[in-house]
């Protein structure tokens, strides 16, 4: 998939040039993804779970799982180790450990990815002036960002194991 969609050496070095300013942005970057998706009754219910979106057991879970994906983006590279453990995300959000849990639909996961996508824009906008730097970084995390994607989808699609799994 990385040769697919041309990422390359040069995307890898716009990535590390970049990467304290996504770092920096976290928090903020996770709370609004969040917030997007507790703000609609559709999404809630399986972000929340049963609690609602005013908080609970449910989103501090799935949270979790949010926040050390989106640090294992930012802060890991797309291949051995670091694949491995976004396959062990994506198991989390099929098969969860928290009986209440439901397995969160792929379609969410895409929405999520999505919210990610809009958020990393706006920061990398905001903190990057330089035209070519921007172009160059913006480019480089949103193709290591449908990597990840890819690999998450990957594992829905296995462990589902039906045609109907989106």
Same mark, same amino acid.
């Given at each position: 998939?990385?040769?697919?969609?041309?990422?390359?050496?040069?995307?890898? #070095?716009?990535?590390? #040039?970049?990467?304290?300013?996504?770092?920096?942005?976290?928090?903020?970057?996770?709370?609004?993804?969040?917030?997007?998706?507790?703000?609609?009754?559709?999404?809630?219910?399986?972000?929340?779970?049963?609690?609602?979106?005013?908080?609970?057991? #449910?989103?501090?879970?799935?949270?979790?799982?949010?926040?050390? $994906?989106?640090?294992?983006?930012?802060?890991?590279?797309?291949?051995?180790?670091?694949?491995?453990?976004?396959?062990?995300? $994506?198991?989390?959000?099929?098969?969860?450990?928290?009986?209440?849990?439901?397995?969160?639909?792929?379609?969410?996961?895409?929405?999520?990815?999505?919210?990610?996508?809009?958020?990393?824009?706006?920061?990398?906008?905001?903190?990057?002036?330089?035209?070519?730097?921007?172009?160059?970084?913006?480019?480089?995390?949103?193709?290591?960002?449908?990597?990840?994607?890819?690999?998450?989808?990957?594992?829905?699609?296995?462990?589902?194991?039906?045609?109907?799994?989106?």
């Amino acid at each position: 998939m990385a040769a697919l969609l041309g990422y390359s050496p040069s995307d890898e #070095a716009a990535i590390a #040039a970049t990467r304290d300013i996504l770092r920096a942005c976290l928090v903020p970057l996770s709370d609004d993804v969040y917030r997007t998706l507790l703000a609609s009754r559709e999404t809630a219910q399986y972000f929340a779970g049963e609690s609602g979106p005013s908080g609970g057991e #449910a989103i501090t879970a799935r949270r979790a799982v949010f926040d050390e $994906g989106l640090i294992l983006f930012v802060n890991s590279p797309i291949h051995g180790e670091a694949a491995e453990a976004i396959a062990a995300i $994506g198991h989390a959000l099929v098969r969860p450990r928290l009986s209440t849990l439901q397995t969160l639909p792929a379609r969410f996961l895409v929405l999520t990815i999505g919210l990610v996508q809009e958020q990393l824009r706006l920061v990398l906008a905001r903190e990057i002036p330089d035209p070519v730097l921007l172009d160059a970084s913006t480019n480089a995390w949103l193709k290591k960002l449908f990597l990840h994607l890819d690999l998450l989808l990957s594992v829905y699609a296995a462990t589902e194991r039906n045609a109907h799994w989106y």
